[in-house]
């Protein structure tokens, strides 16, 4: 969702903050979402409070688990995942968005009328390598939080 913000022409750029709480979530259809009951809202609701407390670095992303190790781990990821994001351009959030939807780099390229090498060098401006692999760490650490 961020990256198809990103690459709007929007002055100043659309800009959101997201937290996820894992765990079980009560729903009782109520009209407030702050109303919903159940630890996974109990989780994200800490967690965006977290976020609109957190100046420097800005944060962008909280997700907490309720438990110590794997939320320590996933907030320094994040942390830096979010530090990566904030410094792309609108062609780098282009290259990445694509990317994210499962096109190779011809396909990149044809898509927003560039070379393939400018998609690779968008990708690598972006870190895009690193990011993948923080993505898939996260992946990771979620995976053996399941039952």
């Known amino acids: 969702m961020r990256a198809v913000l990103a690459i709007q022409k929007f002055d100043p750029p659309a800009r959101f903050r997201a937290s996820v709480g894992v765990g079980e979530a009560t729903v009782a259809k109520r009209g407030n979402p702050y109303a919903e009951d159940g630890p996974a809202f109990v989780r994200s609701r800490e967690g965006l409070n977290v976020l609109l407390l957190t100046d420097r670095p800005k944060r962008w992303t909280k997700l907490v688990t309720g438990k110590r190790d794997p939320d320590d781990s996933l907030d320094v990821i994040l942390s830096f995942l979010d530090y990566l994001q904030q410094r792309w351009t609108r062609a780098q959030w282009e290259a990445v968005r694509?990317?994210?939807?499962?096109?190779?780099?011809?396909?990149?390229?044809?898509?927003?009328?560039?070379?393939?090498?400018?998609?690779?060098?968008?990708?690598?401006?972006?870190?895009?390598?690193r990011f993948r692999g923080a993505l898939y760490h996260v992946s990771s650490l979620l995976d053996r939080l399941a039952p």
């Open 98 to 129: 694509w990317t994210l939807v499962g096109l190779k780099r011809e396909q990149i390229a044809s898509e927003i009328n560039v070379a393939h090498q400018n998609v690779t060098k968008r990708l690598a401006a972006a870190e895009w390598d």
